[in-house]
């Protein structure tokens, strides 16, 4: 019997939380961007098919470091 890891619990993997619409639509007027203009996240990608993300989904990844502390980032889940 196989056993299944949960990858989201690792040390190195960073905190992923996909938007909702409002979320979403706020973070692009924030920045004053379109959806295609975020930098990209495959579909591939174990931690996508691990919390069931789309494609056209925004993520929230959050990192933390020793020197920045808390880091923000955003991608938009595409095919391939």
């Known amino acids: 019997m ?4 949960d990858i989201t619990k ?4 960073p905190k992923h939380t ?3 619409d409002g979320e ?3 973070l692009l ?12 996240i495959s579909l591939a990608d174990p931690v996508i ?7 056209g989904d925004v993520l929230k ?4 470091s020793q020197t920045a502390g808390r880091s ?3 991608r938009v889940v595409v095919k391939g």
């Open 49 to 55: 098919k691990m919390i069931n993300a789309k494609q």
């Open 10 to 13: 690792h040390a190195f993997v």
């Open 61 to 64: 990844i959050e990192r933390t």
């Open 72 to 74: 923000v980032y955003y």
């Open 24 to 26: 979403r639509d706020e």
């Open 18 to 20: 996909i938007l909702n």
């Open 29 to 40: 007027k924030k920045y004053k961007i379109v959806l295609r203009q975020l930098p990209r």
């Open 2 to 5: 196989l056993k299944t890891i």
